[in-house]
């Protein structure tokens, strides 16, 4: 991930996001939903990820910050893969029946 990210506010990073995908308006929630993990996930990163034994250093116990970190971690490359497949989309190719009736019934609302 861009370290640029923590330097941007998620206005910013939303506008980022949206001139990425040519503010299609198909991919719009993902990237709100993107711009979202990115906050929880700076946050997670503060938390402490092991709980340790007082007595027993050798056992230690994941949080449930770290469980959360890596849920939602795996959340983000998902959206960010499929941002970036859309991103990469050749206007060329032919749009693919799916992608031609979501473009449609988004334009009707």
């Not at 719009?28 to 700076?42: I, M």
């Not at 050798?58 to 469980?67: H, W, Y």
Request: aromatic share 4%; glycine share 2%; proline share 6%.
């Amino acid at each position: 991930m861009d370290r640029t990210v923590e330097n941007c506010t998620g206005a910013n990073r939303r506008g980022e996001l949206l001139t990425a995908i040519k503010n299609d308006p198909t991919l719009t929630p993902l990237v709100d939903d993107a711009v979202y993990l990115e906050q929880q996930l700076e946050e997670l990163r503060r938390l402490p990820k092991l709980k340790v034994h007082p007595k027993d250093p050798s056992k230690q116990k994941a949080t449930p910050a770290a469980k959360l970190y890596k849920e939602m971690l795996q959340q983000y490359t998902n959206i960010i893969k499929v941002l970036t497949r859309q991103s990469d989309f050749d206007e060329t190719e032919e749009e693919s029946p799916l992608r031609k009736w979501l473009k449609a019934h988004v334009d009707s609302k």
